[in-house]
């Protein structure tokens, strides 16, 4: 293909808003637009090399593979080796095994769904994922394997002037679901194909359906779409419905400075652009490792940025000269150089076994002599137990534990609420004639509409308000992690105008005086409301924490002063009690039942962690000890 000059800049803008983005997402908030910008390009190129190559007859699906798998793998496959190899001497076990599972799939090219199934509440956090970036890759992989395949079966069935057409309805089509499936099933919409095809479609579109423009409307055309991409980097926010019609902003600037084709430009042209887009594949990979890297192991300075950025141009420099350019270029020799070819084949293989052993030996525990904090980390990750909803009830999901009892209770709140779930079912197991228990629920999200969580779906525990008028109940448990939703910046808020966004102040008078509603429609339906308190919480709970603490000979403290949550809570606690005795409400303070007079001990007599994260109280240790809450599922 001849090289594209306009493209290669392309390429520049596209990294420099999603590096930004990582590093800092104040500087462009909607940065991560930029990948939706590499999809556009890569649609082009691959629809270009296609369709040529089956004008001529001359099209090879191996080849095709071929190629791509030449220009993508080598320099993925280093970064996998190199972070697995780094790994093994600054991750315990817990992390390193999740890297060697995140490395498979990477190398694999599954990462985007893999990632996709681990967004629930529970997984691990963004920037403790260090291949996340790679579930664009695989997204892109998945299309250079279905695409053309595709293509090839419809240009025999339709013949090669119907097969445009055919990739245009396909576009649209593919735009329709992403707009639907993204307000639908948003984390499904973000990393999958289905949902993202349509982007590539659209780059492919640019090359089957050419515009004949004089140079003076290609340079405005080309002016017009750049706009529109950076408009999309500053305008665009992480709480928007993402990949959805918004994409377009970006992505339709991408389709019009590629059929501008402008052959020289200042924007694109000059001599920065075409160096970062020349590295762009390579930085793409090197950044977000270096931005993991500096949260992990907590670099704070008021030149990280800097000296981040800097990191990453360095080893995405290094990777593009020494991978990409050198020795990629000596592997295009079909194998004659053995030496290449057992380093490329030799670098797959190898982070792929080792990824294998790792993952399969839990993070390779026995890397240090006392194994007993690892392993206690391994058992705390997956101590957590809440089942599937069994109940529609008033146009909502409830878990329901059923008795011989007339009497019910609910618990209504968020996933600290949900971790009761186990002591209730054993209670309800040893005596079915306890309340039957109904659990109305959902990790992250407030018991009130008005109040909304992006990224979310609340709504089965938004219809609080319909199971309250159709369900009586004798007793009502309510709580949640409202204490540190009260220490956001900004509360979003539904109400007659529409969602508004408000600052912490006005957030919480608001907040509260929705509680209060909340109360008063609780105490209306229920006998007898109960309140619980915020829990003990916080890193010294988490087993990540004492896993890497210990990794790293810090010494541990396993225990908090009573006091300080004390302290910590005593502000929220105080105005939520007024507005709970108000309405004649119970209130339970957990540090009560969790901590004894002086301390609260984080782990249990074996030095077990006593709770699955820095918040959430493991489940056997739940049904075996946390015990304040029995009475209840207790018939008055």
């Not at 600290?416 to 629920?441: A, C, G, I």
């Not at 959902?442 to 319909?466: A, M, Q, S, W, Y």
């Not at 709970?580 to 007079?597: F, G, H, M, R, S």
Request: aromatic share 16%; net charge neutral; with cysteine.
């Amino acid at each position: 293909m001849k090289f594209r000059k306009d493209i290669n800049g392309l390429r520049a803008f596209a990294v420099v808003a999603v590096v930004l983005f990582h590093f800092d997402s104040n500087l462009l908030t909607g940065g991560f637009a930029g990948v939706d910008v590499f999809f556009v390009i890569s649609g082009f190129l691959m629809t270009t090399i296609i369709f040529s190559a089956l004008e001529q007859d001359k099209f090879s699906i191996i080849g095709f593979y071929r190629a791509r798998g030449r220009r993508i793998i080598p320099a993925l496959s280093v970064v996998c080796l190199f972070l697995m190899a780094f790994a093994w001497f600054y991750l315990p076990p817990i992390d390193y095994q999740l890297l060697a599972k995140h490395t498979l799939s990477s190398l694999s090219f599954l990462s985007n769904m893999t990632f996709w199934q681990e967004s629930g509440y529970f997984d691990a956090a963004s920037h403790e994922k260090w291949l996340l970036h790679t579930w664009s890759l695989s997204v892109e992989w998945q299309f250079y394997i279905i695409y053309p395949l595709v293509l090839v079966v419809c240009a025999k069935l339709f013949g090669l002037k119907a097969l445009r057409w055919i990739v245009l309805l396909g576009c649209i089509l593919g735009l329709i679901l992403s707009a639907y499936a993204s307000i639908r099933w948003p984390s499904l919409a973000f990393y999958s194909l289905p949902t993202r095809a349509w982007e590539m479609m659209l780059g492919g579109i640019a090359f089957l359906f050419p515009w004949q423009l004089a140079a003076t409307y290609k340079r405005t055309l080309e002016l017009f779409g750049i706009s529109l991409i950076i408009l999309s980097y500053f305008i665009l926010t992480g709480n928007d419905v993402w990949p959805g019609y918004l994409a377009l902003l970006p992505t339709l600037g991408t389709y019009f400075v590629i059929v501008a084709a402008t052959e020289s430009s200042w924007l694109t042209g000059n001599a920065l652009s075409q160096w970062l887009g020349k590295i762009s594949y390579s930085l793409y990979l090197w950044h977000w490792p270096v931005v993991v890297a500096i949260g992990y192991f907590a670099f704070d300075s008021s030149y990280t940025l800097v000296l981040g950025l800097i990191c990453c141009l360095l080893l995405a420099t290094l990777s593009f000269y020494i991978v990409e350019n050198n020795i990629f270029k000596t592997w295009q020799g079909k194998g004659k150089d053995l030496g290449t070819f057992f380093i490329f084949r030799g670098v797959f293989i190898l982070s792929a076994l080792t990824a294998f052993g790792v993952y399969f030996n839990d993070g390779v525990y026995t890397r240090k002599s006392d194994q007993t904090i690892y392993r206690n980390a391994f058992l705390a990750q997956s101590d957590w137990y809440y089942p599937a909803a069994n109940y529609n009830f008033a146009k909502t999901k409830i878990r329901r534990i059923e008795s011989v009892s007339k009497q019910k209770t609910l618990f209504l709140g968020d996933s600290l609420v949900e971790q009761y779930y186990p002591r209730m079912e054993q209670l309800l197991s040893q005596d079915p004639k306890l309340n039957e228990t109904w659990f109305l629920t959902h990790g992250g999200c407030f018991p009130i509409k008005e109040i909304i969580t992006f990224k979310r779906d609340c709504k089965n525990i938004n219809h609080v308000e319909l199971v309250l008028a159709e369900q009586h109940f004798d007793k009502i448990v309510v709580g949640g992690d409202w204490w540190q939703r009260f220490q956001i910046d900004e509360w979003h808020v539904k109400s007659d105008d529409g969602l508004i966004t408000i600052n912490t102040l006005q957030g919480q008078e608001v907040a509260y005086s929705l509680i209060d509603d909340l109360f008063l429609r609780l105490t209306q339906n229920s006998e007898q409301v109960y309140l619980l308190l915020p829990l003990p919480t916080g890193e010294l709970y988490d087993y990540k924490y004492i896993s890497r603490q210990a990794f790293n000979n810090t010494p541990l403290k396993r225990s908090y002063s009573r006091q300080y949550f004390a302290d910590r809570y005593a502000s929220f606690n105080e105005k939520i009690t007024k507005l709970a005795v108000k309405y004649q409400i119970e209130v339970i303070n957990p540090l009560d039942a969790l901590c004894n007079t002086q301390q609260c001990s984080t782990a249990d007599s074996e030095g077990v962690p006593i709770y699955k994260d820095n918040k959430h109280i493991r489940a056997s240790y739940m049904r075996s000890n946390v015990v304040f809450l029995d009475n209840m599922v207790e018939s008055d």
